[in-house]
Each structure stands twice: as C-alpha cells, then as structure tokens.
C-alpha cells in the first residue's frame, strides 16, 4: 500500500515541477524498476522513508510556489516531524529542506524545521530509557558507531573509499538498470530549469553515504534515489517525444 502512495507522489511531483505527462512518465519507468519489483515490499523502512522524502518535497514546493502557502507551510510542519519516526535519513533530509525554504522564502517558521531533528532524536532516547533504564540501552552507542562505518565487526565490515564507491555503483546498476541510470543522468544535462529535484537527490546520496556500513552491504538503502531517478529519466524521454 505505501509504495502504490509513493507512485502517485512520484505523479505528482513530476506533474508540480514540469507537466502532467513528465508525472505520467515517471510513475511509468518507477513501475519496472528491479528495486520496486523485488524489494518494494521488503519490511524494511526505506519505503516508508521514502515516502515522507517525496511528500515533504511536494509540500514544500507548494509552501514555496504555491497558491496557499501557508496551508502548505502548514502541511510541511506536520510531515516534517512525523517523517522523523519514518527513518534516520529524516535527520538529514530535514536540514536540507528548511535552509531551502528558508533561503527561497525568507519566512523564518521553515527555520522550525531545523530544530525537529534534535526534539526527535529526544524522543527517540526517552523511548529507550522507558524500555531500558538507560539512555543508550540496547547498545545504541556501539550500533551507531558500527552504522556509521567508524567501527568494525567482523574482516567482512572492511572496506576502502574505492571499495564502497564500487559496490555503490554495482548496487545502483542492479536496482535501477543501466539504460535508467543513463536516461537519468541525461535527463538531468538537458534540463537546466526548475532543479529543484535535487533535494531528492541529495537525500538520497546522503542515506548510504552517511550510514555506510549498511550502504556498503545492502542494496536497498538506495530506493530514496527512486523518485530522482523516476523524474530525471521521464525528463529525457519527455524530450524525446514530439510536443
């Protein structure tokens, strides 16, 4: 059910940032995607990641370009903390939304958003404690350090800058195919207006970066790259198609 929501966000970003057909298009390629058919209904939380990723973007398009923007700052606020229980890739696609608006807008509330993170991650330790009666029970500290590449367990957990870097690019050739990725990468070039995708893509970048222990070993934690690469490639193949 989350990844048939995710679709028509898909849709509709496309649709508010360049046209109905180029919504079409993207929710057409996202269909046939190795990483949706085989992993779309993984219980992992990369999907519902992803749907707060598409959904506080659309929101803030809207806050931004939008007929009602305050309805849709609104909207954003509410999104924006609820996303923060989605997933960790939250505590840095939050950032990146709020100095966005804040830099386009002016308005001073997107500037809240930058403060959620921290009230979450508040949360998140309170949680812990009731459960544990410490505040890193459950070997927060050693999972995170682990996570985050700075520790390893095992020969397996060692990996170099070229070594992630490849496994990478194999995994994104694997989830996404390389005909996409190509068709994303040109469609990306030939469009030089409204690039405001590339917080998706930014966010979808940082997910196995920042955690690399898991990027390096999972393929999956690539899938917030599915909404970039579903509109850059509808973009290509929009301007193949007559007017």
């Known amino acids: 059910t989350i990844n048939l ?10 649709s508010l940032l360049f046209s109905p057909s180029v919504g079409f298009l993207s929710l057409s390629l996202a269909l046939f995607t190795p990483i949706f058919i085989y992993f779309g209904k993984n219980p992992v939380h990369e999907p519902l990641t992803l749907t707060f990723i598409l959904l506080n973007s659309s929101f803030l398009y809207k806050a931004i370009n939008g007929s009602n923007k305050k309805k ?10 609820l996303s923060l229980f989605s997933g960790w890739p939250a505590y840095y696609h939050l950032p990146l939304i ?19 993170p921290l009230l979450g991650f508040l949360i998140h330790l309170l949680h812990i404690k009731l459960i544990t009666g410490s505040f890193t029970g ?32 194999l995994f994104s ?29 930014a966010t979808g970048i940082l997910h196995p970066i920042v955690f690399s222990n898991i990027g390096y070993i999972h393929d999956y934690l690539q899938l917030p790259l599915f909404g970039f690469i579903s509109l850059t490639s509808a973009l290509f193949f929009r301007h193949l198609l007559p007017n």
């Open 98 to 116: 709020s100095s966005y608006g804040y830099l386009r807008s002016k308005n001073k509330l997107f500037l809240a958003i930058l403060f959620f």
């Open 5 to 14: 929501f995710n679709f028509y966000l898909i849709y509709r970003l496309g």
């Open 72 to 81: 849709y700052l609104y909207y954003l606020l509410i999104s924006s903390f």
């Open 138 to 169: 459950g070997g927060l500290v050693e999972i995170v350090l682990y996570r985050l590449g700075l520790t390893r367990g095992s020969p397996a957990d060692t990996y170099s800058l070229s070594q992630f870097i490849s496994r990478f690019l």
């Open 173 to 201: 050739r694997n989830m996404f195919t390389v005909p996409l990725l190509l068709s994303s990468f040109l469609g990306f070039l030939i469009t030089k207006k409204n690039r405001f995708y590339l917080l998706i893509l």
